[in-house]
């Protein structure tokens, strides 16, 4: 019954791209759309959400290739990620409604939204490699449609052209891992699943897998299209793309990982968590450098990707050890993680989306003092940013401290290599979590605090309604998700248990909702308790200050060193913030050169200071490729200038070869 | 089948393969001419043994075909051809005939073992004679490769077509449509390739391709 209401709904969502292309140039186009994809949406939330439990559902329809048709299959992995896209994909259509409105080419990003929704729609539900595969590359052609919305800027096609690039590079690497792992009566999923593969191939696959869905999630290297494409698509899209395209990789990941390869190796985990932890460490030092806003929230989702794969390699480790539990834990905090994230980071776009469309600027160095003319979506923003910073008593926290909880199991695993990279990996994680913080108070700090560096700043408006109540929806969530955790690591008890073959502990029963990963003597946390804490202790030193100090509300300079300045530039700025971490690990993490340009005395010139901020996977992996491509492409260009006796020759060269290969062939 | 007319179809495919030999190392026109036309014969009479062994009768037609289309009509208007372009005593220099003939010995080899394999299951006239029609085709496009001269190219060519019967009419049930056809489509590229012949013979004064090259600019 879900499956058909799910099926019955991408056909509704692809109906709506029709319906937008059939309403070009009407006004109301864009409201009609949106809103139509956001009830679309909530339908197929209520059907993620109730079938969470439920036995998998199976349907065919006589789609694709001919006599075998196209097969969907909906079980408890699909439900929990259905639930994440369509709750993001709900929200972003709604703020969308409102957002919408100030969209200069409506028609360029209309009829794609809704069939980039039924596209990672119809990934998630695929149960063959070959409709797998056409919804992915569906979903990669859509959203770069989307990307592409403002084309005439020079940057976004540049986006364009490596996001497209990356993604069809990725959808290869997917496509020969399931040429790999195909079983011999086909690519069905069930059939994948009960054959039996040699013993070379799953770690082939594996590598595959990471390429593959890797390049769509954003794993360092293979992130670099994230911070060029997210700034370009329009913010709701941003927020579809980074709080749920990346997540649709994840589940790609954990499909073809957990599900269909079979027991892992235990070597699997030390790729896979070598890999989360430095991608969350650049993500976030990245982040870090960054002056734009969308595209310092586009390196934190690189940043979060890795704190998710970090708890899947946990998984894994804990998996190829038989032990069960421990895997459980890890893989739930991997997939809490994945739900958090989907919540703040699309609150942060959202929130950035409010700030772009009321001032015009994307660049934190222009914006400032926001709080005073959009207090709400500053507020918003503020719960986004502490979400994601993992401060209690928010939901980020909670999928992070789980993920500790997993590492600190490490110990009874019982290989070398892992007893050792696993407390290292500890390490990456807690530092990327205190840089997070320090990006965050970066971010929300320059943009919404002090005095306005524009004038675009200072004529910012708030936003309309509708962003409001989508953005103001997910901070609930953020604060219910971090109060209330039990209820959603309960919610994901029957995922966990279908991919590890156990579960954690019901969490619900639990007075005050504590939470209480493995044992009451080793460890738990109560959001409530903090959060009444927090509540409190704020309520009575407020209390305190206006009894015993002063009533009034006043409102003076800020401290200046004692030299009053009337110039906003004289502020603290974004990258003055970033300036300690920058001489710290600038030289070799982002080949950071600063270059001061001083006049001669008596020059009357302004003096420059000029930083250039490199991504070393450019320098390093990018480059190379792209030139090792141009040198192939100029040594087979010789082969267009040959003569006829060259063409013959290399026809009957390759004959021979072949028939050199067929006499050779046992 | 009795061994004697194994023997003999035996005898004349692996004669068609030492004719394409011949017409690996012929340096002068009217000699490739003559080589061409014994290639052709000996096809003939190959199919037409085949055609008796097998009791095919519509291979008669085939190897009248053979003897009419490529004995006979073929050979004579390269010849006028020839006589038009005035190319009728020239000697082509081939470079590297032991070379050349060696690399040919070393195709035949290899036909063998890729059919004698691929084939195990067959009937043994039919092994023997696939191997061998592919060793004329691999020499007819040696030919091809080796050769500067346009005329040579195009008597390669239809050296290489030959073989491509002898498969044919080796493998038992082939139906006559498909030889005929064969056939045909041979004569149109025979005709196209004089036309084309002419034409560059009208523009450059030459056959050899190696002066087209050269008027392209890119040789090498």
Not at chain 1, 249 to 273: E, H, K
Not at chain 2, 111 to 119: F, K, P, Q
Request: with cysteine; proline share 4%.
């Amino acid at each position: 019954m879900s499956i058909m209401v799910v099926l019955w709904s991408v056909g509704a969502l692809l109906a709506t791209s029709v319906l937008a292309v059939a309403m070009t140039g009407r006004i109301a186009a864009s409201r009609i759309v949106y809103a139509l994809c956001c009830g679309v949406c909530l339908l197929l939330l209520g059907a993620g959400v109730t079938h969470l439990g439920a036995v998998a559902e199976t349907a065919a329809l006589p789609l694709g290739l001919p006599w075998v048709g196209a097969h969907f299959r909906l079980d408890a992995l699909s439900a929990f990620f259905l639930t994440v896209i369509n709750l993001t994909g709900a929200a972003a259509s709604f703020y969308a409604i409102g957002y919408g409105a100030h969209e200069q080419h409506p028609s360029r990003v209309l009829p794609f939204f809704p069939a980039f929704l039924a596209g990672m729609n119809l990934v998630i539900v695929a149960d063959d490699a070959f409709s797998f595969l056409v919804a992915w590359e569906f979903m990669s052609l859509s959203s770069w449609a989307l990307v592409l919305a403002h084309h005439h800027v020079a940057e976004n096609r540049r986006a364009g052209f490596v996001y497209l690039t990356m993604a069809s590079f990725g959808t290869l690497a997917l496509l020969m891992a399931f040429g790999l792992i195909a079983a011999p009566s086909g690519y069905a999923f069930a059939a994948i699943r009960a054959a039996t593969h040699s013993p070379w191939k799953p770690g082939l696959v594996l590598a595959l897998t990471l390429l593959g869905a890797g390049s769509k999630a954003g794993l360092v290297p293979l992130h670099i299209w994230l911070p060029l494409a997210h700034p370009a698509a329009p913010s709701h899209v941003s927020a579809l793309m980074s709080g749920v395209m990346t997540k649709v990789a994840v589940y790609g990941f954990v499909r073809i990982v957990f599900d269909l390869l079979g027991p892992p190796a235990w070597w699997w985990s030390l790729v896979v968590l070598s890999l989360g932890g430095v991608t969350a460490v650049m993500g976030v030092l990245y982040a870090l450098m960054q002056h734009d806003l969308k595209r310092l929230l586009a390196y934190h989702s690189v940043e979060n990707i890795g704190i998710i794969f970090i708890g899947l390699g946990l998984a894994l480790a804990f998996e190829a050890y038989a032990m069960p539990s421990a895997a459980a834990l890890s893989l739930t905090a991997g997939l809490l993680h994945v739900f958090n994230h989907s919540v703040f980071k699309s609150l942060l776009f959202f929130g950035a989306g409010a700030v772009l469309t009321s001032t015009g600027e994307r660049d934190m160095e222009h914006l400032g003092g926001l709080i005073h003319r959009m207090p709400q979506t500053a507020f918003a923003f503020l719960v986004g940013c502490i979400a994601i910073s993992a401060l209690p008593p928010f939901n980020g926290f909670v999928s992070e401290w789980l993920t500790f909880q997993a590492i600190l199991l490490s110990p009874q695993l019982s290989s070398w290599g892992l007893k050792f990279l696993v407390p290292a990996v500890g390490g990456l994680l807690a530092l990327s979590a205190a840089l997070a913080a320090a990006c965050f108070v970066k971010a929300f700090g320059v943009t919404f605090l002090g005095r306005p560096r524009s004038e675009a700043a200072e004529r910012g408006r708030e936003t309309d309604r509708f962003s409001l109540a989508a953005m103001f929806v997910f901070a609930a969530l953020c604060l219910v998700a971090g109060i209330a955790p039990g209820l959603f690591i309960d919610a994901l008890a029957p995922v966990v248990k279908s991919l590890v073959g156990d579960r954690m502990p019901a969490q619900l029963g639990i007075e005050w909702l504590s939470i209480v990963p493995i044992a009451e003597s080793r460890s738990s946390y109560n959001g409530l308790l903090v959060f009444v804490f927090i509540v409190f202790s704020a309520l009575v030193a407020a209390q305190i200050i206006h009894r015993f100090g002063s009533h009034a509300l006043r409102r003076g300079p800020a401290w200046d060193c004692g030299y009053p300045d009337p110039s906003p530039a004289t502020q603290y700025t974004a990258s003055s913030f970033a300036q300690p971490i920058r001489r710290i690990l600038g030289g070799v993490a982002f080949g950071a050169r600063e270059r001061v340009d001083m006049p001669a005395p008596g020059d009357a010139r302004a003096a420059r200071l000029d930083i250039t901020i490199r991504d070393r996977a450019w320098d390093v992996l990018y480059t190379p490729i792209a030139r090792g491509v141009e040198f192939g492409a100029d040594q087979l260009n010789q082969l267009h200038f040959l003569t006829i006796r060259g063409y013959l020759s290399l026809v009957f060269v390759a004959l021979v070869g072949l028939l050199f290969v067929v006499a050779a062939w046992p | 089948m009795g061994n004697l007319s194994f023997d003999i179809a035996h005898l004349f495919a692996g004669g068609l393969v030492l004719v394409s030999f011949m017409l690996l190392y012929q340096d002068r026109m009217s000699g490739l001419i003559n080589i061409f036309t014994l290639h052709a014969v000996v096809l003939s009479l190959s199919v037409g043994w085949q055609a008796y062994t097998q009791r095919a009768w519509h291979l008669f037609v085939t190897a009248a075909i053979a003897l009419i289309f490529k004995a006979l009509i073929i050979p004579l208007s390269l010849r006028r051809i020839m006589v038009r372009l005035r190319i009728h005593r020239t000697v082509e220099i081939i470079g590297g005939v032991g070379v050349t003939m060696l690399v040919g010995i070393g195709l035949v080899a290899l036909s063998m073992v890729v059919m004698l394999r691929a084939t195990a299951a067959a009937d043994p006239l039919a092994r023997e004679d696939l191997a061998f029609a592919l060793s004329v085709v691999l020499l007819g496009l040696l030919m091809m490769v080796t050769r500067r001269n346009a005329v040579s190219q195009v008597i390669g060519f239809m050296s290489l077509e030959n073989g491509l019967i002898l498969a044919a009419a080796g493998a038992k049930g082939m139906p006559l449509v498909v030889e005929i056809s064969v056939a045909f489509s041979v004569l149109i590229a025979f005709i196209v390739i004089g036309v084309f012949l002419f034409r560059i013979r009208e523009r450059f004064d030459t056959v050899d391709v190696h002066q087209l090259d050269q008027f392209r600019g890119e040789y090498r």
